[in-house]
DNA sequence: TCCAAAATCACTCAAAAGGATGACGACATC
DNA sequence: GATGTCGTCATCCTTTTGAGTGATTTTGGA
């Protein structure tokens, strides 16, 4: 992508050369400047086209090979689950801060966590800004993910 | 897309006229032709860079060819997911929809995924709103768990 | 060319979530 | 007894989400 960049600038740096010479040329020519001013921007546009397609290009071949219909041989049992409670201690996160990320994770609200655990609001929600916290992230959704990551949920 | 023409004709009419009028009316300036070479250039790079964005967005979606293989697979390896297109069909779920729940699941917020996808915000959770219908949840973390359970989503 | 689905955007209002901070009691440990 | 952790709860304030509506634009297909 860099090098992208980096082409950018020398056509632009060869362009306002090449129009600064044949300014000093073709001085006579009127409404020079308009004309320059059009060449120069049809090219930078068409320039800019080129770009936007060569970047995006890449994604649409990902996007080709999607679907990978498995034929699977014996079926692994679905592990049971268990948390990793080493990268838990590592990050100080309390087991009652990992149960209410488990919830958190089965898509309920604070208000139906509070009451499922028969505790305030207020609780969920301290509970929640310290393992956000604690896993660097910014929103339950975020720390859903980064916990799934990390093995700390199923 | 002949809207797309038509603007970028008019903002190149517009320039050249600022162009034309400023000219006139800082003839002193020295250097002014390049300066504005550069303006005019950056402009529609810009310009140009985002309708290439723009056009080859479409295209991304449009070719979603998709590519059936069939893969023996030992019980271990980490299936590559394979979104299951049959439920997202029953669900009327479109492949905007999805692409923008995959998003919401990796813990981005309406703000980054509209950022990202160059859109505004609001489409976003138009997006969000109707996939949450059609999924039955009411919260965003509810929506994503959803999707995990239907194969819709990694 | 016309139509329907999909995608886009805006606006309002209400609810949920999040950040910051302080506090209190239980309990374990030094 | 002092210290520290954990769980609990609160208050204030900001940001984010979600619901409900309506509208326009794109696009693919009949």
């Not at 129009?19 to 308009?34: A, D, K, P």
Request: some cysteine; glycine content about 8%; hydrophobic content about 50%.
């Amino acid at each position: 992508m860099k090098r992208h960049v980096l082409i950018f600038g020398l056509v632009g740096g060869l362009l306002i050369a090449a129009l600064q010479y044949t300014e000093y040329r073709f001085v006579v020519i009127q409404h020079s400047v308009e004309i320059y001013g059009v060449l120069v921007a049809i090219l930078f546009a068409a320039f800019g086209i080129w770009l936007g397609l060569r970047i995006t290009r890449r994604r649409e071949t990902v996007r080709e090979t999607i679907v990978v219909r498995e034929v699977l041989v014996p079926a692994a049992a679905p592990a049971p689950f268990a948390p990793n409670t080493a990268r838990q201690q590592s990050l100080g996160i309390t087991p009652r801060e990992l149960e209410i990320l488990a919830l958190v994770a089965r898509g309920l609200s604070n208000r139906e966590i509070a009451t499922q655990l028969f505790v305030s609001e207020n609780t969920v929600k301290t509970h929640c800004a310290r393992a956000f916290d604690k896993l660097g992230a910014a929103r339950r959704t975020q720390a859903v993910q980064r916990g799934k990551e990390l093995g700390l949920l199923p």
